[in-house]
Each structure stands twice: as structure tokens, then as C-alpha cells.
């Protein structure tokens, strides 16, 4: 049999078109490693010693499931499995256009990857391509990890994940996802845990994005997810082993309102609330209660304030020490390149491969003209040409060669592609179809929709989502609206469909009286229980963020506005970065990096002589301090020297206060 050789000039092409090789090898019949390797080698790849090609595959085996192609092993056996759903055409257009709707308003708040995978989602579906800015954005940041979780928890087949706990450990675990939940900006987790051999609640930004993959088994869901779900309500610190303890608080009926669980709060005035909640994990308690600042007051029992205090002690004891040896030169010099803003990882390192097979799995259906294909798949036109022509002459094995495959071209500026039965082509991939329920889900969340919006939502969810006897097991949990607030918030969306500026009452949230303000509002941003406006301030000629809840009224105005793009303007609890922000510089062990990168994207993080650096804009140290704050003593703060005396200060203030605390045991308050 005559061996085909990729041509000179290929290697940047060689790991793209490898991967779409294989997938194309493994959509037959299951085939053993000795014979993917034998087709393989004939195209340069899996050679050298057994045991390196062994690892090659390995390596390209997660890769492949990292973008939503399930290979199923079984006695060193491999092929694709086709778990996935496959899409109906009988969708009406009614129901495409709220799938589509659902789509748009998740997409603010998605990395690159998770929006490739809506958009080639809906092509597939036949809802088209996403229309514009949706007036909502989602209220939690959705990942390409979520979307591995849900494929997993849908198909359930368990996951070998690497997790970062609150103590910055990491560990490698073996998880059965059995139910998913959004709260408060955040995903969760539950499911079986291999290490401890017991339930667990695992928080999704926590797991690393690189090291996620499917094992070979299947797992059985329990039969009652409605448990799990409850279990899956708990605050973080109630998660964990041993006894709770009741831990007693006081704060303000404001913050109360806030931040407290439900069934928290025990004595409430108009002024003052007494609150007591149940604490296992007492180190991430810790960390949420120094990320409130002098917001909430620990009041005992001993074993909670005597472990927050060592903890401040050892904080105010490190920040009285010179920080490491790290200057501010050197610190800006390393950053030089960076965005300023808040970012997304970018796409991992197959980004090429899964464009190539997206574009497969799309061209393939129906006829696309360039310029509308290339902005599905958010590439140029020129980027779509070297693609084609990389389909085209080096994707196929022996005795298929370059061409025979799958031949892609592009005439009279329409693309057209060839080639065979695809799982990707015929059916929504695991994310592509975790994106799409997800968004769904979200946009079924919010309380204002009308009746007959809620019954489209529905009946696409119904069409999209796993064939499963049992409830779904996954939930969003929506914001804590009042009905004024509603009544606002409407009044926004209004403002924003028709482009109109409006004139907003706005009380500030350090005096409370409220002042009149002329903004062009932009968009309505879910997070952390909250409802914000981010909008253009005509007055202070700037960007800016509202809470809503505390906006008394909005009269539109006869002036109109153009649609900015709004894409790339994200935010942390209803903070935009500003070019006249400051920088706080924080050293942070290497477990926490992954979590560093997921919250506050992959620019913020550096590493300078070894060290790993998350520098963080600010227009007040001070604002930063409680955030910072919960970090230490892990994490050291490296500049300026304002941001060092701000978190001791602050460090110092809640140490003398628990020095007041009662240190005898809290008795329950039933």
C-alpha cells in the first residue's frame, strides 16, 4: 500500500489535521490501538517507540473530548460515541427564535470557545446565526469546563478532573457529575467523589480548564436528584466533614439582606441583625467572612473567632515584613503587554482543529456564502481559505488521500464541502448541546417573562436536551428581584431594545439620596443576586454600572443612541476597569493560578522570576482591600504600599473587634 506524506511546509498544520484525521478513523467501526497506530504512521504520526505513541494518543484522545467528541474506550478498543443529541427539524420558527434569543443572552457572558459552540449549535438547528447584544447578560460566567461537566452529567460518563480547593490544594479526582447548580454567579457540582469515596460539591471555577477528560466507565445517577439539589442549595461552608457548628453574626439589616443563606437571620431590627448559621468548612468560611470586611461581625463561639484570628495575625504579621524582592518596575514591565480589563482565556491550544471540524459539521448540511461562514466561525475570510484549503489536501488516510476525505471549496464566494457520515456533522456535539441548554435554562430563570415566551423556551429545551427519565438535575437560580425593582428593570429593557436615552434617579449607596442622571444604557447584568445597568453617563462622560435596586425611577427622553459593542466590556460585581485605575500586584501560590485565570482571565496573571503574579486594576485600594484580604496569608500583597496599609489596617480593625467577642460556645437559638 503506498504511504502518503505530508508535504513540505505542513508542520503548524500537522496537529489540526491529525486530529480531524482521527476523529474521521474513529466514526467506524471500534478499532484497537495497534490499528489506529498502523493508519496513523502512514501520515507521520504515533511513530517513534510504543510507549511514546501510546502517550500521543492519549494525549489526542482528551483533546478530541475536549471539544465535545465523546471516544469510548472498551479493552483497548476506540471509536467516537454517538451519546449525543440529534437535532430535530421540526423545530418551529417560533421556537427557533426564542432558542436563538436564549443563545444571545448567554453570550456576554461566555469565553470564545462556548460561543463558537452556540453559534455552530444553532446553525445546526437551523436557527441561524446569533442577530446582536442581547439587553440581559446571564448571570454567571459560562466556561468550556461547565459545558464538559454537563455533557458528562447528561451522558453520564465520569470525569478525571484536577481540582483547586479553598486552601489552594490540588488534587486529582475521579467525578460522577450528578447535578448542577448556578447561585450567585457561581456553578456548582455534586456528585460521587472518587477520593474521598463519598458526595461531594465541587465549585466549577475551581477545576483546571487543561486537565479535564472522560473516563471509559458510565455511572448511574441516584434516584433522588431532588435530594441532591437541596444538598446542592447549602452555602459553601456548610459543604464538608464533621460536626457543624453554629456560628453567630452581627450586621447590618442591609448587608443582611444581602449576603445572609435563608433561615439565617434569628433577631432583626431596623438597624442591626442577629444572624447564625451552621459552619463545617471553617478555613472557606473564613475567607468569606474577611471578603465582607468590616461589613459583618463574628461574635463566636471560640473555635471560629480564635481560627479567623490566627489567621489576621498572621496576615498583619506578614504584611510587616518587607514584601518579596519584586519592584514595581519590575512588576509594570511584565504586565506591558496586557490588557487592562477583566479578560476570558482565550481558546485552548486545538482552537484550530475544532474550527476545521465545526466547519465540517456545518458546510456539510447546506451551502454557505464565505463571508456569512467566516463569521460563524468568528474567523476571517482569509482564515477560511487556508482552512478549505487544509481540508482539502491533507485531511485523509490511507487508502484515502489528501482530498478524497473530504474536499472543501470556496467559488463564486460560496463554500461548499464533501464528505462522509460525521457524527459532527448530523448531530449537536456534547458542549454544542450543554451551551444550548444551559442558555435555556438561564433564560428561563427570569421571573418577568411573559407566559406564552416561557411556553417557546420550554418546548426548545424539550427538543434539545437528554431523553431522561428522571428530573434533569440541573437548575439556575434566579435573582432576588423585588417587584419594584421589576417594574425598573422592564422599563430599562425598554429603553434598550429602542436605543433611547434616559434620565435615571439614582441614590448613591454612601448617602442614599438620589440624584438625576442622564445615561444611554447599554445592557442589564445578572450578578451575585443583583440586577445591573451598564450604561454611558452623559454627565461624567464615562462608562459606569447602576445597581438597579437602586434606581427610583426612569423617564426616557427623545434622544437616541448608537449600539455599542458591548462584547468585550465585562465586569467584577458591577466594577469596570477605568484607564485611570491603579494597579494592586498580588503574589499567589501556583495551585491558585487556575482559579486566578478563570476569574479575572488569563492577562491578569504573569510569571516574574518564578513567581506567579495576579495584578488587579482598582480606582481605590481601599475598595480592594477585603477581597485581597481573604487571599493572605497564602498570597502576599507586593505593591503599591497604599494596597500593603490598607489590608493591615483592615487586618488590625477586625482583630481588635473579635478581641471583644464572647468566647464561650453559641447555644442554638430554635
Not at 185 to 207: N, P
Not at 251 to 266: D, F, I, T
Not at 491 to 512: C, D, F, M, Q, Y
Request: hydrophobic share 40%; charged share 25%; aromatic share 6%.
Amino acid at each position: 500500500m503506498e504511504e502518503w506524506e505530508l508535504p513540505e511546509g505542513t508542520r503548524q498544520a500537522q496537529q489540526a489535521t491529525r486530529l480531524v484525521n482521527l476523529a474521521y478513523l474513529l466514526s467506524g467501526p471500534p478499532r484497537s490501538f495497534a490499528e489506529i497506530r498502523a493508519e496513523m504512521e502512514k501520515i507521520g504520526a504515533y511513530q517513534g517507540a510504543p510507549e511514546t505513541a501510546r502517550k500521543a494518543f492519549t494525549r489526542d484522545k482528551q483533546k478530541l473530548r475536549g471539544l465535545g467528541i465523546d471516544v469510548a474506550e472498551a479493552d483497548d478498543t476506540y471509536r467516537i460515541e454517538v451519546r449525543n443529541v440529534r437535532p430535530r427539524h421540526d423545530l418551529s420558527a417560533e421556537e427557533l427564535a426564542s432558542l436563538r434569543f436564549a443563545a444571545e443572552r448567554l453570550v456576554p457572558a461566555v469565553d470564545p470557545v462556548v460561543r463558537q459552540d452556540l453559534r455552530s449549535g444553532l446553525a445546526k438547528l437551523g436557527a441561524g446565526d446569533l442577530q446582536g447584544p442581547s439587553e440581559w447578560r446571564a448571570p454567571a460566567t459560562v466556561s468550556r469546563v461547565l459545558l464538559l461537566v454537563h455533557d458528562a452529567h447528561r451522558s453520564r460518563r465520569p470525569l478525571r478532573i484536577h481540582y483547586t480547593n479553598a486552601q489552594g490544594e490540588s488534587t486529582e479526582r475521579v467525578l460522577h457529575p450528578w447535578a448542577l447548580r448556578c447561585s450567585e454567579g457561581h456553578w456548582y457540582v455534586r456528585g460521587w467523589d472518587s477520593l474521598s469515596t463519598s458526595e461531594r460539591t465541587f465549585k466549577i471555577d475551581r477545576i483546571d480548564p487543561e486537565r479535564v477528560a472522560f473516563t471509559s466507565e458510565a455511572f448511574r445517577k441516584p434516584s433522588d436528584l431532588d435530594g441532591t439539589l437541596r444538598t446542592l442549595r447549602a452555602e459553601p461552608w456548610e459543604w464538608g466533614e464533621g460536626e457543624p457548628i453554629p456560628v453567630r453574626l452581627r450586621l447590618s439589616a442591609a448587608v443582611a439582606a444581602r449576603v445572609l443563606p435563608a433561615g439565617a437571620a434569628l433577631v432583626v431590627d431596623s438597624d442591626t441583625t442577629e444572624a447564625e448559621m451552621s459552619v463545617r468548612d471553617l478555613d472557606a468560611f473564613a475567607s468569606w467572612l474577611l471578603r465582607h470586611g468590616d461589613d459583618i461581625e463574628l461574635m463566636g463561639p471560640s473555635a471560629a473567632t480564635g481560627r479567623v484570628a490566627d489567621r489576621l495575625a498572621a496576615t498583619v504579621e506578614a504584611l510587616a515584613r518587607e514584601p518579596a524582592r519584586l519592584g514595581e518596575d519590575a512588576l509594570t514591565a511584565a504586565f506591558a503587554d496586557r490588557d487592562v480589563g477583566y479578560r476570558q482565556p482565550g481558546p485552548n491550544q486545538v482552537e484550530r482543529a475544532d474550527r476545521l471540524l465545526r466547519l465540517v459539521g456545518l458546510a456539510s448540511r447546506r451551502e454557505y456564502g464565505n463571508a456569512e461562514l467566516a463569521r460563524v466561525l468568528e474567523i476571517t475570510e482569509a482564515e477560511l481559505a487556508d482552512d478549505l484549503a487544509q481540508l482539502t489536501y491533507y485531511c485523509g488516510l490511507p487508502p484515502l488521500y489528501g482530498g478524497d476525505m473530504v474536499e472543501a471549496v470556496s467559488f463564486a464566494g460560496r463554500v461548499q464541502v464533501r464528505g462522509p457520515d460525521l457524527p459532527l456533522v448530523d448531530q449537536l456535539t456534547g458542549r454544542e448541546a450543554a451551551a444550548l441548554e444551559i442558555a435555556l435554562r438561564t433564560a428561563l430563570s427570569d421571573a418577568t417573562l411573559e407566559t406564552e415566551s416561557r411556553s417557546l423556551l420550554d418546548s426548545a429545551l424539550a427538543a434539545i436536551s437528554a431523553e431522561e427519565p428522571e428530573p434533569p438535575g440541573i437548575e439556575v437560580e434566579p435573582p432576588t428581584t423585588p417587584p419594584e425593582s421589576a417594574t425598573i428593570n422592564s422599563a430599562l429593557a425598554k429603553a434598550i431594545r429602542e436605543l433611547r436615552t434616559v434620565a435615571i434617579s439614582h441614590a448613591n449607596p454612601g448617602t442614599g439620596a438620589p440624584r438625576t442622571r442622564v445615561v444611554d444604557p447599554w445592557q442589564l447584568n445578572e450578578a451575585k443576586g443583583h440586577t445591573y445597568l451598564l450604561a454611558w453617563d452623559h454627565d461624567n462622560r464615562e462608562t459606569r454600572v447602576f445597581r438597579s435596586d437602586r434606581i427610583q425611577a426612569v423617564n426616557p427622553t427623545n434622544e437616541h443612541f448608537e449600539p455599542p459593542d458591548t462584547t468585550g466590556v465585562t465586569f467584577d460585581a458591577g466594577y469596570i476597569p477605568s484607564p485611570a485605575d491603579v494597579f494592586v500586584y498580588l503574589r499567589i501560590p501556583h495551585d491558585h493560578v487556575a482559579w486566578a485565570r478563570a476569574r479575572y482571565g488569563s492577562d491578569a496573571v504573569a510569571e516574574i522570576e518564578g513567581d506567579r503574579v495576579l495584578r488587579l486594576p482598582t480606582s481605590d485600594v481601599t475598595r480592594l482591600a477585603p477581597l485581597l484580604l481573604s487571599l493572605l496569608p497564602a498570597s502576599e500583597v507586593l505593591a503599591p504600599p497604599d494596597a500593603r496599609l490598607a489590608v493591615s489596617e483592615l487586618a488590625t480593625r477586625i482583630l481588635d473587634r473579635l478581641g471583644d467577642a464572647p468566647s464561650g460556645p453559641v447555644e442554638a437559638n430554635h
